[in-house]
């Protein structure tokens, strides 16, 4: 059974920092595109960063100079550190991981990040 654990999310001050965890178990992260995601609500679901399986990364301009992404296939684990929240930021967050062969994706369930004062 595959899932992504997405942990770390909250409520956190303009300004402050969060860093987000998912957890992959049932796949091997090693060879797909990792992605984080965001929704707020009456919005649609947005793409915020991607890491490449050959580590390149793609943020969102919305989020350049403030979050950066990465992974350690090792724990089978990416990461999004965050900085520098807005309250804009508030949202949802989700773990994807994409497998270009088959074009599969799976998805976590996401976790609350919240900022305001």
């Known amino acids: 059974q595959v899932q992504l654990v997405e942990s770390g999310g909250g409520l956190v001050q303009p300004g402050g920092s969060l860093r987000l965890s998912c957890a992959a178990s049932?796949?091997?992260?090693?060879?797909?595109?990792m992605g984080w995601y965001r929704q707020a609500p009456g919005k649609e679901r947005e793409l915020v960063a991607a890491i490449t399986p050959g580590g390149s990364t793609n943020n969102a301009d919305s989020v350049k100079g403030r979050f950066t992404i990465s992974r350690d296939n090792a724990k089978n684990t990416v990461y999004l550190q965050m900085n520098s929240l807005k309250p804009e930021d508030t949202a949802v967050y989700y773990c994807?991981?994409?497998?270009?062969?088959?074009?599969?994706?799976?998805w976590g369930q996401g976790t609350q990040v919240t900022v305001s004062s």
């Open positions: 994807n991981a994409h497998y270009r062969i088959g074009a599969v994706n799976y």
């Open positions: 049932g796949i091997i992260i090693s060879g797909a595109t």
